[in-house]
């Protein structure tokens, strides 16, 4: 799956471009919008974009995931050490599982206070009243649906994530 953005000047052109991707098969679980007033698109069955779309709570929660079991890890092989006649395999799974578990939570903490990369870099143009549609479609249909929005609407800006953006988005201390 990729994720595609769709920076679009206007409420009325992005309902129009929401009907387009709908009639070439997208759901409203792929379609996602964020901007000031969505409100009027909301009424119209457009999907608004939740925190999941908008911030970094799920890479951080993967990040926090992998951390905290290493951590777990470490900590559980410390203890069967530092604790004579323990058995190592319970109290390291037992502290794996604690430190996942704990990882995933502090970092999701984390993520939700960071703002999603690409829906940072367009900011300013939705404080300015544009509308920023997230969708997400097959790596196979990519270009159909880019081509398709830039034949019919060419004043749209559309982006996507690359692997040097998904980089970008870990905050400092990670």
Known sequence: MQRLY????DKETTSVIVDELNSMGLTKDELHVVGK???P????????????????VVNASKRGAIAGAV??????LIAHFMLIDTNIVW????????????GVWASTM???SVRDVKVGKYDKAIKRGAMLLIIDVP???EEVFKNTIKRHHSDVIIDKIS????????PEGH
């Open 6 to 9: 769709f920076l679009i000047p």
């Open 37 to 39: 007033d969505w409100r």
């Open 41 to 56: 698109l909301e009424k119209e069955g457009v999907p608004v974009a939740s925190l999941i779309q908008t911030s970094d």
């Open 71 to 76: 951590l777990g890890l470490i900590l559980g």
């Open 91 to 102: 109290i390291t799974l037992g502290m794996i599982v604690f430190g996942t578990l704990f």
């Open 110 to 112: 984390v993520g939700v």
């Open 139 to 141: 790596d196979e249909q």
């Open 163 to 170: 692997t040097k953006d998904q980089k970008q988005n870990v």
